[in-house]
Each structure stands twice: as C-alpha cells, then as structure tokens.
C-alpha cells in the first residue's frame, strides 16, 4: 500500500512516498528495517511480537521478500547490505549456542568469514568490494576488518580495550567505537574519559580518535566521501546544581572541519546514515513514545513527519538508512501496529517546516543536486 506524503508547511524540496514493508505471515512478527543499497533492496529483521526470541532477516524489494535463513533453529539479525545484495549481520544457533557473524547473498548463501576460531562475532558494515567489519566477542572485544584475501585483521584499539567496527566506505576507511567499555551502563560519569567509549576512525593502520573533547561518543557510518556521522553525549543540569542530565547530541565530522554538532530536534537527537550526497537520518527523543524519524540536509534537521498527510496513518519513529537516491528506511507505527517502512521522493515539489532550530556550518555538506524537487 502507497500513501502520499504531502507538505506540512519554507527551500523546497520533494514530498515523499511511504511503503510498509510486510512479510509473509507476519501478523505475529514485529519488523525492524535496517538498510537499503543503492539498487532499491532493503534489509530488515523481524521478532516476535509474543516475546519469544525468535528472530529471521529478510531482503525485500518492491514488495518481494526472500528469507535470509530457513533453517530450523538458526537465528539472524541482518544489519547492512551493499549494491551487489550481500548481506551482514550475526546468527544464532539454539543447538549449540553459537553466535557467527555472516556474510550472505541469495546465490551462495552463508559465507562465514574466518574471525579468531570460535569466538563469538558480529558483522555490522559491509562496503561494495565486500569488505566486511565488526567486533569479535571474547574477554575484550576486538574490531576487525575481513576480506576474501586476506581474512580477517584485528584492528587497533583506542585506549586500552574493547572496540568494535560500524561501517566501513569504498576506499576502505572504517568507523566505529573503541575504549574500555563498549556496553556502559547509564548513566555515565561524564568527568571521567577513563574507560569511556570514543567514536573512532580506522585509517591507513591507525586509529584516530574524533572527538578528543569529549567523554563518551559513537561512531555510526562513513560514506565515501569520507563524512563521519554519529553521536556524543553531553551534559545538561537539571538545576539541582549536583546530578546532571546526560543528552545525546548528533555530530557530523570529516578531515576539515573536525566533529561539528548537527542542530538537535528536541532535547536529544542520534544520527546514525549518511549518503554520499551528504544527506543524514536519525531519530530524536528518548525512546519509543517520543521517538521521531529525522533528515538532515544543507544543515537543517526535520522531523520527516511534517512530510506526511495528517490522515496517513503513520508515525515515523526511526530512520536507519538512506541510499543516495534519497530513499530512506526506518521503523515506526502504522494504523496502531509496528511496521517497517520505506520513503521514495516523489517529486511533488514542497517547502518543508524545519524541526529546528540551529545553525551549521554548510561547508560541511557538498551543495546538493536537486533531484528531488
């Protein structure tokens, strides 16, 4: 089903159509849209809305779906995809415990890069010459990089342990945490950078820390361009004088400018994609019920539910991806029910209330081509 998304309210820009993405017998299932690549093919993962732990991955397109394991007690949840269809992620095995992460594509199915024996892994990126990045799970957790010549290599740490590998560009560079503790419990003592986890980039063999001013941070994807998107943690008092409160503030970085905040939607905001154009989504709020869908371009952030008819039925909680058609993936609420969905610019031309609020510096983005207006 097709809804046309229509204007709310000052450059312009296109309106969107929006598609929920549905699986076969997925009354039961709550699906959670991933990626998508450049040749329209979206991955998502679906678990049970019954809370068992039951959970698959699927490729979708155009409302065709494929699932990515049908094997009796193999479990997976998928996290990228790039233009030649292979497909990241990690799958569980409830006969003998196993977490492997994958690399998989609907031709060969599983491949299974070799990651340190038996140790448990996540793949998490993937870029078109089918290099792949995640973390090795053992008493540190390791970020690797893996390819079909070399294997699989340990990259290095920042500080003194755990790290782990978001996304990797087409020229090789790769984004993603190190410190000493990737699953920090909230809330975090900001005043101390010892054993706080920093957003990171992986170059030519080193480790380059990108926000040095600041405690805590992550490092979500790279396009090739070589921008850096992501989020830090800030501190707000809450006029006590004594506890403050820790918000999220979504940052942009690259080889110039450094890490520069993105202008927020609300008190807190996460991006989390960017596309070669320069265009980011994320998400603001705190969780489910205040959650909303966002788009950042030319330096200005919206709530990309200003982009829907009133009487869609949706709300658009969170983007995860855009594709550098403009298409962008993400999960919310449709009819009162959790779906996936998917936008596609229509071309119906509009001016779009920003969420915000904010200044950034424009330099930062390349000028962008108006293919969607």
């Known amino acids: 089903m097709l809804v046309a998304l229509t204007p709310s309210a000052a450059s312009a820009m296109s309106a969107y159509t929006v598609t929920p993405i549905q699986l076969p017998d997925s009354s039961e299932l709550t699906v959670f849209s991933a990626a998508i690549n450049n ?23 155009t409302g065709s779906t494929q699932e990515v394991s049908t094997s009796v007690g193999i479990y997976t949840t998928s996290y990228a995809i790039n233009d030649s269809g292979n497909v990241v992620g990690t799958k569980y095995n409830t006969a003998n415990g196993d977490s492997q992460g994958y690399i998989w594509n609907s031709n060969q199915g599983f491949v299974y890069p070799s990651v340190l024996g038996t140790d448990s892994s996540i793949i998490f990126g993937i870029n078109n010459q089918n290099q792949a990045v995640g973390v090795v799970e053992n ?15 340990i990259l290095p740490s ?21 410190g000493n503790s990737l699953f920090t419990a909230y809330p975090i003592d900001l005043n101390s950078s010892i054993g706080l986890e920093h957003a990171v980039l992986w170059q030519n063999g080193t480790v380059v820390d990108l926000t040095p001013n600041t ?11 070589g921008q850096v998107v992501g989020y830090r943690m800030r501190t707000v008092s809450n006029g006590d004088g004594v506890s403050p409160n820790f918000l999220l503030t979504p940052f942009i970085w690259d080889s110039v400018h450094g890490e520069v905040d993105l202008p927020l939607a609300g008190d807190q905001s996460t991006a989390v994609a960017i596309n070669d154009i320069g265009e980011i989504v994320g998400h603001s709020g705190s969780g489910d019920a205040d959650a909303r869908a966002l788009l950042w371009e030319n330096g200005v952030v919206y709530d990309l539910n200003t982009f829907l008819d009133p009487n869609s039925g949706w709300l658009l909680q969170y983007a995860t991806d855009i594709n550098n058609a403009g298409e962008i993936v993400g999960t919310g609420i449709y009819d009162g029910q959790s779906s996936a969905f998917v936008l596609t610019p229509s071309g119906v031309s509009f001016v779009p209330e920003p969420a915000l609020f904010g200044v950034l510096m424009l330099g930062l983005f390349p000028l962008r081509r108006h293919r969607r207006g």
Do not use: P, R
């Open 215 to 225: 405690a805590w941070s992550k490092a979500e994807d790279i396009n090739n361009i």
């Open 158 to 178: 920042f500080g003194t342990g755990d790290s782990q590998a978001k996304a990797i560009n087409d020229s090789g560079q790769i984004v993603g945490t190190s």
């Open 139 to 153: 008493t540190i957790n390791s970020a690797f990089v893996w390819d079909q010549t070399t294997g699989a290599t």
């Open 39 to 61: 040749s329209n093919v979206v991955v998502v993962w679906a678990g049970s809305s019954n809370g068992s732990t039951f959970q698959s991955s699927y490729t979708w397109q």
